[in-house]
């Protein structure tokens, strides 16, 4: 199944019965941030998303297909 980040971040941390404040204390972000992540904000820093996927062994980033 295809997910958004938000909707895999969120689907998880219910998996794992964590409260958004459990999961941002975990992750070591703000809880301002990890609601902002969850409610699919568009512009977020992609270190700090890849800190709350990294809790469930996963990451994002820029694949460089072709020289420009």
């Keep these: 199944m295809n997910y ?25 972000v703000g809880l301002r941030f990890l609601r902002e992540l969850e409610q699919g904000k568009k512009t977020l820093r992609l270190d700090k998303v890849n800190q709350v996927l990294a809790l469930f062994g996963a990451t994002i980033g820029v694949i460089k297909t072709t020289d420009l």
């Design 4 to 28: 958004s980040i938000d909707q895999f971040i969120k689907e998880k941390r219910k998996q794992l019965k964590l409260t958004q404040p459990e999961l941002a204390e975990k992750a070591g």
